[in-house]
């Protein structure tokens, strides 16, 4: 055998790991190869010096840091368990609070933004001014005007309509200008406007006309100032509130000699604004025309009407 | 009664959360484990940190030991894995508590009493043990890790191989190698 080949199995023949034969292959060849011999003496020296190294004993301290560990370490994981249960629960908590926090968030923001479109159209329209004017015009307490603007539907309707009936002398059609009759005296009928019975409103061309509407925001009728506002809101639509209230303001500055009542508001697309509007005459408000405002580019123009509104 | 059984009862008893029966367990191993971190780490302070881990380690996850291999096998396993570890991410070295001390260029084993020998022929002893143990540290590591497992600790082939994972023939190519390098080393240093 090799040298090379004894060489790599001198552990193996050390640690008696090899077979017989081979054990005795390697004995022999050592015997007789200084080299080799050299190399086993060497390899058998270093292990056996290595093996009878000292063991160091553990210091006794240890016993005590250990049963310190050990100690800490069933606290750890019974700490562990016990917060383990109440996590599931304090993720369930979690969840609840973060739902209700968003609720309150909601009506929070919505009771803001009603406060908000509340007093919007006032502050828009000047409303705010002619009020001062009516306190001071009428015997009424300021209070209850204060609380007429205030209040929502038909009760803010109302007061504004007496404050503007004993108020002879002050322009009243900025008063209520989405979709409620006005208070103040009865238009003259125009002559000329036909009569159209209410059966037939459905079979207007303005309906038909709407049938090509991608968008059909509709506004239901007799609304007041907050509901037609918050319809819109409701609706999505709250970048078109404000092309609501601007329109609406040159519709009363165009209409305001007529009795009217604006049905509703529909979008066709970005930047223009339909308003089905009726117009009343004579006593007990009764229907005399349907016509149509469309607002385009800060403009209205009104389609469908007669040629002797003058519109 | 042999001692594998008393080995188990002592195990399934620890499983079931005998704080006694987990303590005589690895008391049974505590002295070599430490001395094994001792020539992994060289230095006394990381090689009881090493075994605290360790036993916290086997403590935490003695229900995943399934008794295929015997238990302080699979002790020194543990502790072998947490001194690699160790040692990669802190490769620094506390030579105050060190078990060897440097002296200049030259680093020296620490007295450790021995009364068997004749005083000259324990210092002769001792220095060579001192040479050869400063040339183990410059053996790469999986070769210093052969020669403290098999020629220090005198671990058979077998449970060399359950310690490192690897087979008998891994084991006995490494061990091979190892100590020729060694000698090779201690060989250059003469």
């Given at each position: 055998m090799k040298c090379n080949k004894i060489r790599k199995m001198l552990s193996l023949y050390i640690d008696k790991m090899l077979d017989d034969n081979l054990q005795k292959e390697v004995e022999e060849h050592i015997s007789a190869c200084n080299l080799c011999k050299k190399r086993y003496d060497d390899i058998k020296d270093m292990t056996?010096?290595?093996?009878?190294?000292?063991?160091?004993?553990?210091?006794?301290?240890?016993?005590?840091?250990?049963?310190?560990?050990?100690?800490?370490?069933?606290?750890?994981?019974?700490?562990?368990?016990?917060?383990?249960?109440?996590?599931?629960?304090?993720?369930?908590?979690?969840?609840?609070?973060?739902?209700?926090?968003?609720?309150a968030v909601g009506v929070i923001s919505f009771g803001l933004y009603q406060d908000i479109i509340g007093d919007l159209p006032d502050q828009?329209?000047?409303?705010?001014?002619?009020?001062?004017?009516?306190?001071?015009?009428?015997?009424?307490?300021?209070?209850?005007?204060?609380?007429?603007?205030?209040?929502e539907g038909d009760k803010e309707i109302e007061n504004l309509e007496n404050s503007a009936g004993v108020a002879d002398?002050?322009?009243?059609?900025?008063?209520?200008?989405?979709?409620?009759?006005?208070?103040?005296?009865?238009?003259?009928?125009?002559?000329?406007?036909?009569?159209?019975?209410?059966?037939d409103i459905s079979d207007s061309g303005i309906d038909e006309g709407n049938d090509g509407y991608s968008e059909d925001y509709s506004i239901k009728m007799k609304m007041s100032t907050d509901e037609f506002s918050r319809a819109l809101t409701t609706s999505g639509v709250e970048r078109n509130v404000a092309a609501v209230q601007y329109y609406t303001g040159i519709i009363e500055e165009r209409l305001?000699?007529?009795?009217?009542?604006?049905?509703?508001?529909?979008?066709?697309?970005?930047?223009?604004?339909?308003?089905?509007?009726?117009?009343?005459?004579?006593?007990?408000?009764?229907?005399?025309?349907?016509?149509?405002?469309?607002?385009?580019?800060?403009?209205?123009?009104?389609i469908y009407t007669n040629e002797l509104m003058g519109l | 009664m042999s001692a594998d059984f008393i080995e188990k009862q002592l195990i399934k008893k620890a499983k079931n959360g005998d704080e006694n029966s987990f303590e005589s367990l690895i008391l049974s191993c505590q002295g070599r484990a430490f001395n094994i971190a001792l020539r992994y780490l060289r230095n006394e302070e990381d090689a009881l940190d090493a075994l605290q881990e360790s036993f916290i380690k086997i403590y935490r996850?003695?229900?995943?030991?399934?008794?295929?291999?015997?238990?302080?096998?699979?002790?020194?396993?543990?502790?072998?894995?947490?001194?690699?570890?160790?040692?990669?991410?802190?490769?620094?070295?506390?030579?105050?508590?060190?078990?060897?001390?440097?002296?200049?260029?030259?680093?020296?084993?620490?007295?450790?009493?021995?009364?068997?020998?004749?005083?000259?022929?324990?210092?002769?002893?001792?220095?060579?043990?001192?040479?050869?143990?400063?040339?183990?540290?410059?053996?790469?590591?999986?070769?210093?890790?052969?020669?403290?497992?098999?020629?220090?600790?005198?671990?058979?082939?077998?449970?060399?191989?359950?310690?490192?994972?690897?087979?008998?023939?891994?084991?006995?190519?490494?061990?091979?190698?190892?100590?020729?390098?060694?000698?090779?080393?201690?060989?250059?240093?003469?």
């Open positions: 056996t010096l290595l093996n009878e190294a000292e063991m160091v004993p553990v210091p006794e301290s240890f016993e005590f840091r250990m049963k310190k560990a050990l100690q800490q370490e069933r606290a750890k994981i019974s700490g562990e368990k016990n917060i383990a249960v109440p996590a599931k629960k304090n993720n369930k908590l979690r969840m609840l609070t973060s739902i209700a926090a968003i609720f828009l329209d000047g409303v705010t001014d002619q009020l001062s004017q009516d306190r001071a015009l009428t015997d009424q307490p300021e209070s209850d005007l204060y609380k007429s603007n205030k209040n002398d002050v322009p009243e059609q900025r008063m209520n200008i989405y979709g409620n009759t006005k208070s103040a005296e009865p238009e003259k009928p125009e002559s000329g406007i036909a009569h159209i019975p209410e059966d305001g000699d007529f009795k009217y009542e604006i049905l509703n508001a529909d979008f066709i697309q970005a930047g223009e604004c339909r308003f089905r509007i009726y117009i009343f005459s004579g006593k007990g408000y009764k229907f005399k025309e349907e016509i149509l405002a469309v607002g385009k580019d800060g403009e209205i123009e009104f | 996850n003695l229900n995943t030991f399934k008794e295929d291999s015997k238990f302080d096998t699979w002790v020194y396993r543990i502790v072998v894995n947490t001194c690699n570890d160790m040692i990669r991410k802190n490769n620094r070295r506390k030579n105050t508590d060190s078990i060897y001390r440097n002296d200049g260029e030259k680093e020296t084993v620490l007295e450790i009493p021995d009364v068997s020998d004749a005083p000259e022929e324990v210092y002769d002893k001792k220095e060579k043990q001192d040479h050869i143990l400063s040339c183990l540290e410059k053996l790469n590591p999986g070769q210093k890790e052969i020669i403290i497992l098999r020629d220090i600790q005198g671990f058979t082939y077998e449970e060399i191989s359950e310690i490192l994972e690897c087979s008998i023939g891994t084991v006995k190519s490494k061990i091979n190698r190892s100590r020729l390098k060694l000698r090779e080393t201690l060989l250059e240093q003469n």
